[in-house]
C-alpha cells in the first residue's frame, strides 16, 4: 500500500538518523564559542612564548615552557568531548529502553521537564473498544443495515473506536463494504462522515449530533452510563442509533503517573472524550491525575499545553491519534505511542514510545536528568583539571607532561563517566521490571491455558500463582522446595493438537 522509502522501518531509519546528526542545545553553544576559543588561545600561546623575550626578560625557555602548556591545557578536548558522547551514550539506552528519542536537543529537554499532559484514548486507556450497548433509535432503520452502514465507514477510519464497531458488526455477521462508501471524511474531535446507499451517515460524539442531526434530544437511557464513551448515528438528518464503548487504563499507567508525581512532574488529562469517561478514568488511576480536561478539540489541546507551559514550565504530551499531532508538536517534548499511534502523531513527535508501556516516561524523564547531571559534571571537571594545570605551571613551574596527562587523562574520565549512561535503569530497578513482566507473562499464559483447558490452568496456576512469593527465579531469590516436588510445564500447543501433555522431573534435578 506505500513504497519501501514511507514503510516504518525506513521511517524509524531517517528518525534513527536526524537524532545521531543534531546537536544539544549545550553542544551547539561549546561549537560556537570555539569558533572564537581557539584562535584566542593560538594568538594568547604566541605572545607568551615571543613578547616576554622580546621585552628583556630572562629564561625564555621558561617562558617557551609555558606556552606549551597553556597550548595543551587550554585544548578542548575534554569539553567538546563532554556533550556528544554523553548524549550518544543515553540515546542508546533510551533505545535499549524502547524509547526512540530524536536527538540530543530533546534529551536535554527531557530533563527538564515540569508537567505531562497525557491523552485518554490509546495513551492512558489500552485503546481497545468493547461495545457495550447498541440500539437503534425508532422504527427508520433495521439494525442490520445500520450496522452494515456503520461498519462501511468506520472501516475506512483508523481510529479504536472504529476497530470496535467494526468487530461489533462483524460478530453480527455483517461484513463491512468500505469500497461502496462515497465522501469518506473524518471531522476532528467529532466523529466521522460518509455516504452509503444514497444516505449521509454522520458517527460520533455530541458535536457529531449537533452538526447533523436536527434533533438534539438524547435517549433517556444514555443519561445514566457513567464511565463510558457514547456514540451518537445520524442518517439524513436524523437520529437512528445510539451505542456506548467502554476501554480499560493500561497497566502501570496509575504507577507511572505517581513515579512523575514523585519527581515533582504534575500529570494533565486532555482528552476529546465525554467528561463521565475522563472521570471514570481518572477513578480508575486512583485519583493520580491532578487536573481533568474533557471534550476538547485538536486546537483547545494546543491552548492548554500552551497554558501549562507557560504556568509550570516545559511540558510534555504524551497522545497518539492524529488529533494530538498539533499538541505534540507544541509541547517543548511530545511523545507518541509507537505500536498503536498514528503515522502523524509519530512524525510531529519528539520522542516515540516502541511499546505500550507507559512507565517508559518516567524512565524517559529519569534518563534526561542523569544525562544533563553527566554532561555538567563532564564539564565541570575537565574545565578544573586544566585550570588547575594551568594554575600549577604558572605558580611553580612549566611541566609539560602534567599538561598532557591532564589533558588526555581528561578525556579518558569524560568517556567513561558518560559510559555509566549505559547502565541507567539496570540493577536492582531492572530486576524489579523484569519481575513484572514475568508477572504479566504468567498471568498472559494462565488466561491461554485456561481458554484451552482448565484443568491445565489449575495446575499453572497452582506452580505460578502459589509459589511466587517463595520465589522467584528472574530475581533468583532462593526458594525451598519439598524433597518429592515435581515440575510441570504443560505446553499450549500440545493441549491444542491432543491430550494434555506433561513433562515431569524431581525438582531437584
Request: hydrophobic share 45%.
Amino acid at each position: 500500500m506505500a513504497l519501501a522509502e514511507n514503510s516504518t522501518v525506513a521511517k524509524m531509519e531517517r528518525l534513527v538518523e536526524e537524532a545521531q546528526q543534531s546537536k544539544s542545545k549545550t553542544q551547539r553553544l561549546i561549537d560556537s564559542c570555539a569558533k572564537y576559543y581557539t584562535p584566542a588561545v593560538v594568538v594568547l600561546g604566541a605572545g607568551v612564548a615571543l613578547l616576554p623575550p622580546l621585552l628583556g626578560a630572562r629564561d625564555a625557555e621558561r617562558w617557551f615552557r609555558l606556552a606549551l602548556v597553556l597550548l595543551v591545557s587550554a585544548c578542548p578536548c575534554a569539553l567538546v568531548l563532554s556533550t556528544p558522547v554523553a548524549t550518544f551514550c543515553a540515546l542508546l539506552t533510551a533505545a535499549r529502553m524502547g524509547v526512540l528519542v530524536k536527538g540530543g536537543d530533546v534529551l536535554e529537554s527531557l530533563g527538564e521537564i515540569r508537567a505531562v499532559a497525557f491523552d485518554k484514548t490509546g495513551t492512558i486507556t489500552r485503546g481497545e473498544f468493547t461495545v457495550d450497548m447498541f440500539d437503534v433509535v425508532g422504527q427508520k432503520v433495521q439494525m442490520s443495515h445500520l450496522l452494515y452502514w456503520i461498519s462501511s465507514i468506520e472501516s475506512k477510519s483508523s481510529h479504536p473506536m472504529a476497530a470496535a464497531l467494526v468487530e461489533h458488526a462483524q460478530s453480527k455477521s455483517i461484513q463491512p463494504k468500505p469500497e461502496c462508501v462515497a465522501e469518506f471524511r473524518i471531522l476532528p474531535g467529532e466523529g466521522v462522515y460518509g455516504e452509503i446507499d444514497g444516505k449521509r451517515i454522520y458517527v460520533g460524539n455530541k458535536r457529531v449530533l449537533a452538526r447533523g442531526s436536527s434533533c438534539q434530544t438524547v435517549p433517556e437511557r444514555m443519561n445514566g452510563l457513567k464511565g463510558v464513551s457514547i456514540g451518537y448515528v445520524i442518517c439524513d438528518g436524523d437520529l437512528v442509533g445510539v451505542f456506548s464503548l467502554s476501554d480499560d487504563c493500561r497497566t502501570g499507567a496509575a504507577e507511572a503517573i505517581r513515579e512523575l508525581a514523585s519527581m515533582g512532574i504534575s500529570s494533565v488529562l486532555l482528552t476529546g472524550d465525554s467528561a463521565e469517561a475522563a472521570v471514570h478514568a481518572q477513578e480508575r488511576l486512583g485519583g493520580a491525575l491532578e487536573e481533568l480536561h474533557s471534550e476538547l478539540f485538536p486546537e483547545d489541546k494546543v491552548r492548554l499545553v500552551g497554558a501549562l507551559k507557560a504556568r509550570a514550565g516545559p511540558t510534555m504530551m504524551v497522545g497518539d491519534g492524529m488529533n494530538d499531532a498539533p499538541a505534540l508538536a507544541t509541547a517543548d517534548v511530545g511523545v507518541s505511542m509507537g505500536i498503536s499511534g498514528s503515522a502523524a502523531a509519530m512524525e510531529t513527535s519528539h520522542a516515540t514510545l516502541m511499546s505500550s508501556d507507559i512507565l517508559r516516561v518516567p524512565e524517559a524523564v529519569r534518563l534526561g536528568r542523569r544525562a544533563r547531571r553527566t554532561i555538567a559534571v563532564n564539564m565541570v571537571s575537565s574545565v578544573a583539571a586544566k585550570a588547575a594545570v594551568l594554575a600549577l605551571a604558572v605558580a611553580w613551574r612549566p611541566v609539560l607532561w602534567a599538561a598532557v596527562l591532564a589533558d588526555v587523562g581528561t578525556c579518558l574520565l569524560v568517556v567513561l563517566n558518560s559510559m555509566l549512561l549505559l547502565g541507567e535503569g539496570r540493577g536492582r530497578r531492572g530486576k524489579e521490571e523484569a519481575c513484572r513482566a514475568t508477572a504479566r507473562s504468567l498471568e498472559m499464559r494462565r488466561s491461554q491455558l485456561a481458554a484451552v483447558s482448565p484443568d491445565a490452568a489449575t495446575k499453572s496456576v497452582g506452580k505460578t500463582g502459589g509459589d511466587a512469593p517463595k520465589g522467584c527465579h528472574c530475581c533468583h531469590k532462593p526458594s525451598r522446595s519439598p524433597e518429592h516436588s515435581v515440575a510441570i510445564d504443560v505446553r499450549v500447543d500440545e493441549q491444542r493438537e491432543g491430550p494434555t501433555a506433561a513433562t515431569c522431573a524431581p525438582a531437584k534435578k
